[in-house]
């Protein structure tokens, strides 16, 4: 299996912007579903998005809807998470993820993606 590394998180005020990379080690990333999910403190692990080999990419949640964007870049084994108007409310360890197939009605279900990263930390300070 490969690995996936996040970074790019930190500390940011409310309003403020970062944009996540999840680099993967193999050179089959460009074969691999990749998602992102998010825990907060206390909280189950939430999904945010997927985004399948050739860029189809499935709905955000409404919470952040609109304010994230969601891109791979194939040719760099890299995905990317950009985060906009940032709140308090989106402070969570991001995480990506990835799998080599599932169908479209489990995208959304941690269980589905067998390859993790170890997680990046998103602060947003009111």
């Known amino acids: 299996q490969g690995q996936l590394v996040e970074t790019g998180g930190g500390l940011v005020q409310t309003g403020g912007s970062l944009k996540l990379s999840c680099a993967g080690s193999?050179?089959?990333?460009?074969?691999?579903?990749m998602a992102w999910f998010r825990q907060a403190p206390g909280k189950e692990r939430e999904f945010l998005v997927a985004?399948?080999?050739?860029?189809?990419?499935?709905d955000f949640p409404d919470s952040v809807k609109g304010r994230f964007t969601v891109s791979r870049d194939n040719a760099k084994n890299t995905l990317y998470l950009e985060m906009n108007s940032l709140t308090p409310e989106d402070t969570a360890l991001y995480y990506c993820?990835?799998?080599?197939?599932?169908?479209?009605?489990?995208?959304?279900?941690?269980?589905?993606?067998?390859?993790w990263g170890q997680g990046t930390q998103v602060t947003v300070s009111s």
């Open positions: 993820a990835a799998t080599t197939f599932a169908s479209p009605g489990i995208l959304t279900m941690r269980g589905s993606y067998d390859i």
């Open positions: 193999e050179r089959t990333f460009s074969s691999y579903i």
């Open positions: 985004i399948t080999r050739i860029g189809v990419r499935t």
